[in-house]
T-cell receptor, first 111, second 118 residues
Framework: QKEVEQDPGPLSVPEGAIVSLNCTYSNSAFQYFMWYRQYSRKGPELLMYTYSSGNKEDGRFTAQVDKSSKYISLFIRDSQPSDSATYLCAMIRGRDDKIIFGKGTRLHILP | GAVVSQHPSWVICKSGTSVKIECRSLDFQATTMFWYRQFPKQSLMLMATSNEGSKATYEQGVEKDKFLINHASLTLSTLTVTSAHPEDSSFYIC??????????????FGPGTRLLVL
């Protein structure tokens, strides 16, 4: 079983819809959880960073962590064509640990 | 936010040649830099971690003699792919971590270098 599982998609949704992206993980030692956005042929860009369980909101983005279920989510409200990208979940065990990435989900927002 | 640059952004080379990729942290000092490789539709795979002034730590399965990493200063790391072969064709991404904060907060990624070996 891989440490981090993420459906690669692609996921296509109409503009304005709410997008839900998810990852599951197997190692209960993970404490810090991130979501990155990666446009084609570019490096990843940090979108959301959370510690432990709970919700965090930043503009149209909400990150949710459920450590009891080992499940994390990213919600995008009022999706825009410019949100079309690959979204990578990532997590780390300790403050200085290496980042473990999911495979990424390719998202297409249809105008 | 902090900026990490890479040069070149893309390179095409003949099989058997060596290619050097530079990674710079432009507005912060990075004690630790990371090199990742990403194949199409795959995730980022960590190749090695380097600390300024010391030898790099390579992940299992990564040949240290083939992928030479030098971290000569707090703002510059280089990756040299020696005797490149077509199977080395990939997207190479560097990342730099700042001096304070957790890894998730202060690790910034470069724009990547696309390598094509003919």
């Amino acid at each position: 079983q891989k440490e981090v599982e993420q459906d690669p998609g692609p996921l296509s949704v109409p503009e304005g819809a709410i997008v839900s992206l998810n990852c599951t993980y197997s190692n209960s030692a993970f404490q810090y959880f991130m979501w990155y956005r990666q446009y084609s042929r570019k490096g990843p860009e940090l979108l959301m960073y959370t510690y432990s369980s709970g919700n965090k909101e930043d503009g149209r983005f909400t990150a949710q962590v459920d450590k009891s279920s080992k499940y994390i989510s990213l919600f995008i409200r009022d999706s825009q064509p410019s949100d079309s990208a690959t979204y990578l979940c990532a997590m780390i065990r300790g403050r200085d640990d290496k980042i473990i990435f999911g495979k990424g989900t390719r998202l297409h927002i249809l105008p | 936010g902090a900026v990490v640059s890479q040069h070149p952004s893309w390179v095409i080379c003949k099989s058997g040649t060596s290619v050097k990729i530079e990674c710079r942290s432009l507005d912060f000092q990075a004690t630790t830099m990371f090199w990742y490789r990403q194949f199409p539709k795959q995730s980022l795979m960590l190749m090695a971690t380097s600390n300024e002034g010391s030898k790099a730590t390579y992940e299992q399965g990564v040949e240290k003699d083939k992928f030479l990493i030098n971290h000569a200063s707090l703002t510059l790391s280089t990756l040299t792919v020696t005797s490149a072969h077509p199977e080395d064709s990939s997207f190479y991404i560097c990342s730099a971590r700042g001096l304070a904060g957790t890894a998730g907060e202060t690790q910034y990624f470069g724009p990547g270098t696309r390598l094509l070996v003919l």
